[in-house]
């Protein structure tokens, strides 16, 4: 058992050396923080989504001679509560937008100098200047990326494309569904389903049973879109719940015999946008990083040889080919009227979603 008289008297040390201790440690600390600022920035993001590109972070390079490392989360939650517990860490945060003002209100991020941002001004006025990035004037979040939840379907396993929801439903494809586990996707999915207003459900009652359904039809939850392309790719799922960004990709990049579905039902929209974290240790570079990300030089590239979901820049947009998914799918009036855009939910409602999802998921243990 350790001594305290005999360790203090074994180690002397007075306030003054102590402080002065930890005040070089505090010292060297900051000099490390500066010199990783100086050459490198923190990216925060859902693993392959654009942003951690190899050719992309080396046109980045070539440009700005900084080094981009990455950090992944698996949820929204696990996103913030990263940024909560690691100030000071990262640059450049990918947020949705229903979560851009929770950041902004705790702090956990920081209001952005559009005039650093040159593509700015290209940007969808409906998505730049949408209140859930602005706040008081001033800009939270810069808008990135825009698309759908939906599902996609496996065109060697399923010949005849589906035009409804209840395709997840259906007994022929038992045990080969690939569903996300996210309380609040898994809630506006049965809300579609059930013909309701996925932000304001009436009943909800109607949605857990229709989600109880499909206890023999889950094969797996996936958590990632690496994970989505390595069932589908193992014909582990003729379904699956998936994003139209991520089934271009899976289509484009990884080669997957895959069709992404918009449903007479409707399907989920959302945009996300790219965020400067509170306490950034290189905000100028993470300006920069964004204002790249934004371009039409990068996403055009991206979009072409991998697979993107749409960009809130027009001209990038306006560069795809004609035959692309984010122009032929997304760019069809009759689509996008069809869809039900993601609004910010209250913590209470929040909690209800994951109560019934834990349920759910509960009884198909059972």
Known sequence: MFDREVGMSQFPMNRRSALALMGGAAALSLTSLKARAAGELKVLNWQGYGTDEKWALDIFKQKTGLDVVHDYFNSEQE????LRTSPGTYDVVLVNNIYVMDAANEGL??????????NFGDLTPALRDSPRFVKDGKYYGISWVWGLTSFAYNTQKIAARPDSIEALWDPAHAG???????????????????????NAPADMDKIKAKLSALKSQIKTFWS??????????AGDYDIAVYWSGS??????????????????????????GLTIAANAPNPDGAAKFIDFMVSPEFYVKWDNDVGAPASANAKADEQLPADALNRVVLGDPEVVK???????????????????????????AQ
């Open 247 to 272: 089934a271009a990709r899976s289509k484009k990049a990884m080669k997957l015999p895959v069709e992404f579905v918009v449903p007479k039902e409707g399907a989920i929209g959302w945009f996300d």
């Open 338 to 364: 069809r869809v039900q855009w993601m609004a910010p939910v209250s913590e209470a409602q929040r909690q209800k979603n994951q109560e019934i999802w834990d349920e759910v998921k509960t009884s198909f």
């Open 109 to 118: 991020i920081q209001p952005i100098d559009t005039s650093k941002i040159t």
């Open 176 to 198: 080969k569904v690939g569903w996300r586990d996210d309380a609040l996707e898994s809630i506006q999915m049965g809300a579609l389903a059930t013909g309701q207003d996925m």
């Open 79 to 82: 996103m913030l509560t990263k």
């Open 224 to 233: 990632s879109e690496d994970e989505w392309n390595k069932y589908m790719a």
